[in-house]
């Protein structure tokens, strides 16, 4: 069983800033790391799958890195919309990561 | 476009069983993996099954293992989940998602349906 990470668990930041999540799984996965964005009442959405491309239609200012265990999703000049709980997930096997929750500082 | 509809979600009694289905739309449903992810109440989201483009293949959580069963008829282009021997803590929004492949990013989702497990 591949076991996900995130952190920190929750993030503050101010409109226009910068956020940084981090996602560690407990062995390596190469780059099967997908990102997903869950706001209030709402379903999940792809945003970054391949640990760095990004789905259709999502903005430039999220991006994705890493490769093996280590996972970073950047969000550049945080907007209003931006602000929700993030899940990174491994596709091997398909476990998720317990989320990061961004909210306005 | 892209339609996932759940439906089937309610309150159950403990060891009881419910069925779940989610009607697909829009995109070429039998060319897609489907999954079913579950959320308890506050949660963050779990794994539940999955089941490969054809059926041929099925997969499931340890936590629902011998008692979920994930099935799908492309003619009609549905998926459904049976739950059998619920328990409370299966009480939670299903979603059922669509993948490219059957280990690939889920890339579409329906709106989920709410089981809630309670005498």
């Known amino acids: 069983e591949i076991v996900m990470t995130q952190s920190p668990a929750t993030l503050s930041v101010s409109p226009g800033e910068r956020a940084t999540l981090s996602c560690r799984a407990s062995r390596s996965i190469s780059r099967s790391l997908a990102w997903y964005q869950q706001k209030p009442g709402q379903a999940p959405r792809l945003l970054i799958y391949g640990a760095s491309t990004r789905a259709t239609g999502i903005p430039a200012r999220f991006s994705g890195s890493g490769s093996g265990t280590e996972f970073t999703l950047t969000i550049t000049s945080l907007q209003s919309e931006d602000f929700a709980v993030y899940y990174c997930q491994q596709y091997n096997s398909w476990s998720f990561g317990p989320g990061t929750k961004v909210d306005i500082k | ?119």
């Open chain 2, 1 to 119: 476009q892209v339609q996932l509809v759940e439906s089937g979600g309610g309150v159950v009694q403990p060891g009881r069983s419910r069925r779940l289905s989610c009607a697909a739309s829009g995109f070429t449903f039998s060319a897609y993996a489907m999954h079913w992810v579950r959320q308890a109440p506050g949660k963050g989201l779990e794994w539940v099954a999955v089941i490969a483009y054809d059926g041929s293949n099925e997969n499931y959580a340890d936590s629902v293992k011998g008692r979920f069963t994930i099935s799908r008829d492309n003619s009609k282009q549905t998926l459904d989940l049976q739950m059998n021997t619920l328990r409370p803590e299966d009480t939670a929004v299903y979603y059922c998602a669509g993948a490219s492949g059957f280990w690939g990013p889920f890339d579409s989702w329906g709106q989920g349906t709410l089981v809630t497990v309670s005498s």
